[in-house]
């Protein structure tokens, strides 16, 4: 038993897993033979997979830059993978240090790898959860140790959405949580598309890795309308839901030959 209450037989390693193909695509070194043969799989039909991995990694440091500039001190990242450095936390300290942040993944292998790296600093946390399960997660002791859920809260769902299929109600699950957030609080979401390179094949024959090899999600890519729907009524922020590289970039505007092969939406919603 970890110190995170699961047994090493509940991580599983016969099957690839996106969190460890994730590692893979940013260069990591927290991955399975399994996942590397996936994911290296997915490289050779999807090169851009390595861009588009940085460019949301990108994303989520400017976003977090602007919760904490805009008042947030509470954070929770759910979908949050293996740490990679900088991890949510150490963005957002890097301006404020009382920010707390609680990470949330439902794999056992990012779970032990967050008990070295994403906690210690006394406002951080980790719990093991799954999003299609909004209370178990909300009402989770570790949540209400770190979070006040009377205080706006930056949720974060980064790259994660593609992960729920269309049955289980990607929408409604995101309601659910902004439902139990006040005023004030914020939803930053990334998620992969199909918009930029509809009429390639490479790219339907990459995401029937995920399927085929029966990586332990499918990964359902969503085009613009479905992924703005999830914002709900939520207040778009400037520059409202764009390729993760345009919004609001801190250097030149990235070219048109770069931004072809990002297939990920960014955005941040304020709930009113
Ligand atoms: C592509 S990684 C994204 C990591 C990080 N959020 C980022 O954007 O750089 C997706 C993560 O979501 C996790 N995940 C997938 N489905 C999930 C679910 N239903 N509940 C919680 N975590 C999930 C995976 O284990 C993985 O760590």
Redesign the pocket.
């Known amino acids: 038993m970890t110190d995170q209450g699961f047994t090493a037989d509940e991580i599983d390693t016969s099957r690839p897993?996106?969190?460890r193909?994730?590692n893979y695509y940013?260069g990591g070194k927290d991955n399975y033979e399994v996942d590397r043969e996936a994911a290296q799989r997915v490289i050779d039909l999807a090169p851009e997979l390595v861009p588009m991995?940085r460019a949301?990694?990108a994303f989520?440091h400017r976003a977090v830059r602007l919760l904490v500039e805009s008042g947030v001190r509470q954070i929770i990242?759910?979908?949050?993978?293996?740490p990679?450095s900088p991890n949510t936390h150490q963005v957002a300290h890097e301006l404020s240090p009382d920010v707390r942040v609680a990470y949330?993944?439902?794999?056992p292998?990012?779970a032990t790898h967050a008990g070295a790296h994403l906690l210690g600093t006394g406002n951080t946390g980790f719990l093991l959860?799954?999003?299609?399960d909004p209370q178990s997660i909300l009402n989770h002791p570790t949540i209400g140790e770190l979070i006040d859920l009377d205080q706006p809260v930056g949720l974060?769902?980064?790259?994660?959405l593609h992960?729920?299929q269309d049955d289980e109600d990607p929408a409604g699950l995101v309601a659910a949580y902004l439902d139990a957030l006040p005023a004030g609080s914020h939803l930053v979401l990334?998620h992969s598309t199909t918009d930029f390179h509809r009429s390639d094949p490479n790219w339907s024959q990459a995401r029937d890795v995920y399927r085929d090899r029966r990586a332990?999600?499918a990964l359902t890519l969503r085009p613009y309308e479905q992924v703005l729907g999830l914002f709900g009524d939520l207040e778009l922020l400037e520059p409202g839901l764009v390729q993760a590289p345009l919004w609001r970039p801190d250097g030149p505007a990235p070219t048109a030959e770069e931004l072809s092969h990002i297939g990920f939406y960014g955005g941040v919603g304020y709930k009113r």
Do not use: Q
Request: glycine letters at 8%.
């Open positions: 897993h996106p969190a193909m994730y940013l991995a949301n990694r989520m990242d759910i979908g949050t993978g293996i990679t949330v993944d439902n794999d292998i990012v959860g799954d999003l299609r974060m769902l980064m790259a994660i992960f729920v990334t332990t999600a």
